[in-house]
């Protein structure tokens, strides 16, 4: 008789960690918070109608159906409290406290630690007040990059090309209210050039454990044109993060980060995820995420070859040396699909068709923006669908990766056909 876990959230990141904590023999059941059309019909998985936000019915709903650990997806809820309130009503929970999620959940915050501890970043100034950052604008020799400091649904970043759009965006936010109370302070951060990495760590509070690295493609279009999005596709493994540099950040990021927080008592248990620039002067952290990443788990999941539940058991009891991960020596890509007008506009629904097809053709396919409605699974906006496949080659893993999106089809499909294909060319 195996346990049951709760996996909170319902996008693409969900369905990964569900499908993954499915495969463990010590799990009968996972229960997700609310899941999505995918993790609906997920073997092994069930969706409960309580929203990730909603703090007090995740307890409850943990406690009825008496968990054995909560396992948090989005930033959100780590960021108002919600493993700090399963740890008070006695359950176990990954991911970190409040306190220690503060390192995404405020960049301006985030931006003085890392300062404070000399951990390479760009420089930047904090404002509340919009006169005060224009006149400090005015003085920059270079055109800064304008931030909300508070969540802002991965909105918050605005990479302005001219003085006259940061002068702009800072009074989107701070005068405008364009992001509301997560806009009541801007940074001024100074812009960095180069390739950007995304390096994961599972965390245990004192030691960690570097993920294969995942290397995301933000940008719409093929190419890396059009509008930053959460992320359109992913794959392992990157050119760039190799394990030389992976080290180097474990050494020179993860390590003092995780020893700071814990002397000010805030010790990180969960992912931490580093989003780093390589610049010519070394690798620079552009900001934390205190979770997973959306679509990397997509593709880095797939290649765990030890139990999830055993590495995040781990991490919450702070055992990670002697239980680190295993990893598959494989290629994996992930492509998204994504609905029309992503990421400025939602669409009507719209009946999703081959599903099956790819799944034949050897993909799994994760759920992010979908809804059931009787036998037909629709495309609700947002991102809609994540194809990953994993083979002993990253060409073998792209090509398989974009047939099983070829094999899908929904009005308006947005998806790039580059992902994990020109990695040569990739960049932010
Ligand atoms: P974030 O929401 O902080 O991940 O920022 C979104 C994107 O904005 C990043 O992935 C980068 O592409 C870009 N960005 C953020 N900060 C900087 C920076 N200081 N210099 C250059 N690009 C940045
Ligand atoms: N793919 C970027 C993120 O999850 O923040």
């Not at 951990?119 to 909300?148: C, Q, S, Y």
């Not at 997973?292 to 788990?297: A, C, I, L, Y």
Request: glycine share 10%; charged share 20%.
């Amino acid at each position: 008789m195996g346990d049951t876990v709760l996996v909170v959230g319902g996008g693409g990141r969900e369905h990964a960690l569900a499908w993954s904590l499915a495969q463990s023999p010590q799990v009968d059941e996972v229960l997700l918070a609310p899941g999505n059309a995918g993790t609906a019909v997920e073997p092994g998985c069930r969706n409960l109608d309580v929203k990730a936000s909603d703090i007090e019915g995740v307890v409850a709903a943990a406690r009825e159906h008496e968990v054995r650990l909560v396992v948090v997806g989005p930033e959100d809820p780590l960021v108002d409290g919600l493993v700090d309130a399963c740890e008070v009503a006695g359950i176990p929970a990954f991911g970190p406290s409040a306190a220690a999620a503060q390192l995404e959940g405020s960049k301006s915050h985030c931006k003085a630690f890392l300062l404070e501890h000399g951990i390479p970043t760009g420089a930047a100034e904090t404002f509340t007040d919009a006169e005060a950052a224009r006149a400090h604008l005015a003085t920059l020799d270079a055109v800064p990059v304008i931030k909300a400091s508070g969540l802002a649904a991965g909105k918050g970043v605005i990479v302005a090309e001219s003085k006259q759009e940061a002068a702009d965006a800072i009074h989107d936010i701070l005068v405008d209210g364009r992001f509301g109370a997560a806009g009541a302070e801007v940074l001024l951060e100074e812009r960095l050039f180069g390739t950007e990495v995304s390096v994961l760590a599972f965390c245990d509070g004192t030691d960690f454990s570097v993920m294969p690295a995942a290397q995301d493609h933000k940008r719409l279009l093929d190419g890396d044109e059009g509008p930053n999005t959460g992320g359109m596709g992913a794959f392992h493994p990157s050119p760039i993060a190799d394990d030389a540099l992976l080290a180097d950040v474990g050494r020179d990021v993860i390590a003092p980060t995780l020893a700071a927080l814990a002397a000010e008592g805030r010790p990180y248990k969960g992912v931490l995820y580093a989003g780093m620039m390589l610049t010519a002067s070394g690798p620079k952290v552009i900001e934390f995420n205190c979770r997973f990443g959306d679509p990397e788990t997509q593709v880095v999941l797939p290649l765990l070859t030890s139990d999830l539940l055993d590495a995040f058991e781990a991490c919450v009891t702070g055992t990670l040396a002697a239980n680190q991960p295993t990893w598959a020596d494989a290629a994996a890509a992930t492509v998204v699909m994504a609905s029309a007008g992503y990421p400025v506009s939602s669409a009507a629904p719209a009946a999703i068709s081959g599903l099956a097809d790819a799944a034949t053709l050897g993909t799994t396919v994760f759920h992010a923006g979908t809804t059931a409605a009787g036998d037909d699974i629709l495309a609700t906006g947002g991102r809609v669908l994540a194809v990953t496949a994993v083979r002993p080659t990253l060409s073998e893993a792209a090509e398989a990766a974009h047939a099983g999106v070829d094999a899908i089809t929904f009005e308006g499909a947005q998806r790039r056909t580059d992902i994990a294909r020109a990695t040569a060319e990739v960049r932010a």
